[in-house]
């Protein structure tokens, strides 16, 4: 079935350094990509997303370009600031596992200051 | 227009017990999905519903079942919790019927059995 992979965290950085959190998926079709951030004791909120290949996916400084001959969305991000310090969570949807959204393990980042 | 709404926001419930969580989705979206997220497992798929039918059930027992009703609004329904039950409970709703879009979430609904 359909599968997302990311990197494992926590991620820690100071502010204003580069972001990038890897993120790899398995699917049969066209899935539709996407980017999802929990900050504490909320529920998911959609950073992102991407619906076909090659489409770059941006918000608030956050890129992600689906990319399906490496079938990878990477998130990146120039400079970071302490307020994204949040989990990031990669998923996909509309593929084989068709209405659901098949979400990553979540990739904690903590920003310094 | 309003976001995705959960009722209650937390919960403590015993062993034994059984419970009902609500979803109100946005106006206008017909798919509801319902998600379990542990520090464990993640976020685990449960079951989604478009216009009151059930379309895709994930892995859990039958104890977690679910519905929506006419007007789209959702519920959730855990029998004789156990332990393990303990979770943040996701609703997210879908404007169209089909997988390609994205999912709104509402802020969850904090289950703890004791």
């Known amino acids: 079935g359909d599968s997302v992979t990311q990197m494992e965290g926590p991620v820690t950085l100071s502010e204003e350094a580069f972001l990038t959190i890897n993120c790899t998926y398995t699917?049969?079709?066209?899935?539709?990509l996407f980017w999802y951030v929990q900050y504490p004791g909320e529920g998911l909120q959609l950073l992102l997303k991407a619906t076909k290949a090659d489409d770059k996916g941006s918000n608030k400084g956050f890129e992600a370009t689906y990319r399906k001959e490496t079938t990878s969305f990477h998130l990146e991000k120039g400079s970071v600031q302490v307020s994204d310090s949040a989990v990031y969570f990669c998923?996909?949807?509309?593929?084989?596992?068709?209405?659901?959204?098949?979400f990553g393990a979540g990739t904690r980042l903590f920003v310094k200051a | 227009k309003a976001g995705v709404t959960q009722t209650p926001r937390y919960l403590i419930k015993t062993r034994g017990q059984q419970v009902t969580l609500s979803c109100s989705p946005i106006s206008g979206h017909r798919s509801v999905s319902w998600y379990q997220q542990t520090p464990g497992q993640g976020l685990q798929f449960l079951f989604e519903?478009?216009?009151?039918?059930?379309?895709n059930k994930g892995n859990f027992p039958g104890r977690f079942s679910g519905r929506q009703f006419s007007n789209s609004r959702s519920e959730m329904n855990v029998s004789t919790l156990e332990l393990g039950d303990s979770a943040l409970y996701l609703c997210?709703?879908?404007?169209?019927?089909?997988?390609?879009?994205?999912?709104?979430f509402g802020q969850g609904t904090r289950l703890t059995v004791v």
């Open positions: 998923a996909l949807s509309g593929g084989t596992g068709g209405f659901k959204t098949i």
């Open positions: 997210a709703s879908r404007e169209t019927g089909t997988g390609y879009t994205e999912a709104f």
């Open positions: 699917a049969t079709g066209y899935p539709s």
């Open positions: 519903y478009f216009s009151e039918t059930q379309r």
